[in-house]
């Protein structure tokens, strides 16, 4: 079955740092680019970050460069996204989502996960 | 930074045909996509690169785009259509998401 499934949300103070990981079933997780997209409560989806089929390249959203790290493992078929100095406003659903072109130019998602609920609050 | 403005909200009867628009500057030039998120779901692909109806997708969602407008379509509108709809462009390495419409099939 193709799934993605998150895992690592939770409650977290302000500053404090969460780990996210997101593991892939059911296609060859090695070829696909994965990223993160976020949605706060009640509002839109908001692009987070990207990683490349074997994690050569990396892109982040203005809003959590230098504070996020995205990561993977194509031996547990798992990527990650460490955020530290976390904030209110990094309170969100986060989604892992996976990049069917490819290509450097056209980012799009084909497949979510169902998501994992991160909230900063002290 | 590159902005995807959709309208906050729109309505259509039953059977009949829904039209919600992404408008950005040049838009034309770009590959655009469009989720269809039901309440409480995570988002589905139901359009990518303009025009393109991934496997599973039914036939009346299409898509158009052109100059400074993409545009999504569904024909003869069903009850499970109503849900938010964002659409998505690529932009200087950046996934770019409009604010997201939401549909009432009333």
Redesign the interface.
């Known amino acids: 079955q193709v799934q993605l499934v998150e895992s690592g949300g939770g409650v977290v103070q302000p500053g404090r740092s969460l780990r996210l990981s997101c593991a892939a079933s059911g296609f060859t997780f090695s070829s696909y680019g994965m990223h993160w997209v976020r949605q706060a409560p009640g509002k839109g989806l908001e692009w987070v970050a990207l990683i490349w089929y074997d994690g050569s390249d990396k892109y982040y959203a203005d809003s959590v460069k230098g504070r996020f790290t995205i990561s993977r493992d194509n031996s547990k078929n798992t990527v990650y996204v460490q955020m530290n100095s976390l904030r209110a406003e990094d309170t969100a659903v986060y989604y892992c989502a996976r990049d069917p072109d490819g290509s450097p130019y056209n980012w799009y998602f084909d497949l979510w996960g169902r998501g994992t609920l991160v909230t900063v609050s002290s | ?1 590159y902005e995807l403005t959709q309208p906050p909200s729109v309505s259509v009867s039953p059977g009949q045909t829904a039209s919600i628009t992404c408008s950005g500057n040049k838009v034309g030039d770009k ?1 655009v ?1 469009w ?1 269809q ?1 039901r309440p409480g779901q ?4 139901i359009i ?2 303009d025009a393109k109806r ?1 496997s599973g997708i039914p036939e009346r969602f299409s898509g158009s785009n052109s100059g400074n407008t993409a545009t999504l379509t569904i024909s003869g509108t069903q009850a499970m259509d109503e849900a938010d709809y ?1 659409c ?1 462009a ?1 932009d200087s ?8 419409t939401k549909l009432a099939v009333l």
Do not use: E, I, K, R
């Open positions: 930074s590959y996509c989720y998120q995570s988002p589905v692909l990518y690169q991934p964002y998505q690529w390495y950046t996934a770019v998401f409009g604010g997201g």
